[in-house]
């Protein structure tokens, strides 16, 4: 029977105040840093003793920590990546961004929790070593490595937590920084029922890549040749279109006419750009260039993603508000010389 050790006193509460916060787009924010609680080797990382602690406040918000079996929640799902490598998490563990690893306000540490991207059926098998992420409108902050074996590239993503106890040999791996095969995926059934409990929640202001909506793509094939994100679909939010699902390819007709594009057209030989991120993956980079109509630069060990170019400062600023508004809050106007 696994033993729990219950923060109690004032070294323990400080051991469980945690990196957490939010997080968007592989960074955090805001927050305590971690506590300097003394951190495992990677071959010594073990599931014993599990830590709950105390409940604890950060920014007037108070979460209670609690062993519950049952735990299954719906909500969103942020990602932070290689700025906190290294560092210790909440139960002294050294943080690895490709591992496959979680932040929760209140799972006991560790926990195993299985995560259902809400807009492909997606499930994956993911250890919570840490906590956060200490904003309100999100449920979970995976590691980089299980945002990429989820396929969530940027933005924040409608999920399903659900709290599991799965076989010694997968706990080893993902003590090992190893994924596991993924689960099969979620019925469209149950899909329908999550996305429907979605609705109750506030979209938040990051919201892009996977905003609950009443549409249901096409279940995505269980196959070992399937990659991360292969399956995913771009929406702008809970009234969005239905998407279709993905046919063999075939020769499209000729479009009808319809509305000028909302997005300022690029115009040859402009000096002005929108650097709209950088990414160390080409295939998150090339996610985040297909939400907002760019187009992926490789330079050096990273992946920019740019708009444009415009020929004049306001079509550029005018590009520049729509993709802060997919949640790029980073991206700036560039002039080329």
């Known amino acids: 029977m696994k033993s729990i050790v219950r923060g109690g006193g004032l070294m323990a509460g400080a051991a469980l105040l945690l990196a957490g916060c939010g997080s968007f787009d592989g960074k955090r924010e805001g927050g305590p840093t971690a506590s300097p609680t003394p951190a495992l080797t990677a071959s010594g990382v073990t599931d014993t003793p ?3 602690g105390d409940p604890y406040s950060i920014g007037g918000v108070t979460y ?6 049952e735990y299954d929640d719906v ?4 990602w932070y990546g290689d700025e906190l490598a290294g560092r210790p998490t909440a139960n002294g563990e050294i943080f690895n961004p490709a591992g496959i690893s979680a932040a929760h306000k209140t799972l006991p540490l560790p926990s195993y929790v299985e995560v259902t991207a809400l807009d492909t059926g997606r499930t994956i098998l993911v250890r919570v070593n840490d906590r956060g992420p200490m904003v309100g409108d999100r449920l979970i902050d995976l590691s980089r490595g299980a945002a990429d074996q989820l396929g969530i590239s940027g933005g924040v993503a409608a999920v399903r937590v659900r709290r599991t106890n799965p076989p010694a040999a997968e706990r080893a791996q993902l003590r090992a920084g190893q994924p596991v095969p993924e689960r099969l995926a979620t019925p469209d059934s149950l899909l329908t029922i999550l996305r429907g409990k979605m609705k109750a929640l506030p979209i938040p202001k990051a919201a892009v890549a996977a ?5 249901q793509p096409a279940a995505p ?18 009234g969005a279109a239905k ?26 030989g402009g000096k002005y750009a929108v650097q709209v991120a950088a990414f160390s993956s080409e295939s998150r980079a090339n996610a985040a260039a297909r939400s907002v109509g ?25 590009a520049l508000g729509k993709a802060k508004a997919k949640g790029f809050r980073d991206a700036v106007v560039q002039r080329d010389r």
Do not use: C
């Not at 209670?64 to 079996?69: Q, R, V």
């Not at 909500?75 to 942020?78: E, K, L, P, T, V």
């Not at 905003?211 to 549409?215: K, L, N």
């Not at 094939?221 to 809970?238: C, H, L, Q, T, Y």
């Open 221 to 238: 094939i269980a196959s070992a040749k399937a990659k991360p994100g292969d399956d995913r679909f771009i929406v702008e939010g809970p």
């Open 243 to 268: 998407p279709a699902a993905r046919p063999a390819p075939v020769a499209k007709p000729a479009p009808a006419a319809k509305p000028a594009p909302a997005v300022a057209k690029p115009a040859p």
């Open 50 to 52: 599990v830590k709950i």
């Open 294 to 318: 760019g187009t992926v630069v490789k330079a050096g060990n990273l992946w920019r993603v740019r708009v444009g170019p415009f020929a004049s400062e306001a079509e550029a600023q005018s």
């Open 64 to 69: 209670a920590p609690a062993d519950i079996p």
């Open 211 to 215: 905003a609950p909506v009443a549409a």
């Open 75 to 78: 909500g969103y799902a942020s």
